[in-house]
């Protein structure tokens, strides 16, 4: 048997970054607004569940960050876009979108890729509670 060797520290950037895009809605905000500039009803209409309070608070968010910016438009509209520092994000978010596609069978999160799936191998069973049936 190996010994365990002691991991290095996460480092605090990435942990800051995985925290910012980890947050509920945020990621699906950045996929809305790879699609282009939109405005706030056209991200509250194509991130299903989305409340207005808490897309505001996504929207700020990301621009405090450097991800969004917000532009007024010539005939007074207010649009949303991504910035190049956000638009960087969009090669990370394919291949969630990648892994997703592979491993995501829309069930329990226990997926089994689809290869394996044709293959015949089903998802591991869900952990029983102590003392559970």
Avoid: H
């Amino acid at each position: 048997m190996g010994r365990c060797r002691p991991r290095e520290p996460v480092c605090r950037r990435y942990q800051r970054a995985a925290e910012l895009l980890g947050r509920r809605w945020s990621a699906a905000v950045i996929r809305a607004a790879m699609e282009g500039p939109a405005r706030f009803t056209e991200f509250r209409t194509a991130v299903d569940g989305l409340s207005a309070r808490l897309l505001a608070e996504r929207l700020r968010e990301l621009e405090a960050a450097g991800l969004m910016e917000r532009r007024r438009r010539d005939d007074g509209a207010v649009e949303y876009r991504l910035t190049p520092k956000g638009q960087a994000l969009s090669r990370v978010v394919r291949e969630i979108e990648a892994w997703v596609s592979e491993w995501d069978d829309g069930a329990d999160g226990r997926g089994v890729n689809r290869r394996e799936r044709a293959a015949g191998r089903r998802p591991p069973e869900a952990p029983r509670p102590p003392g559970g049936r």
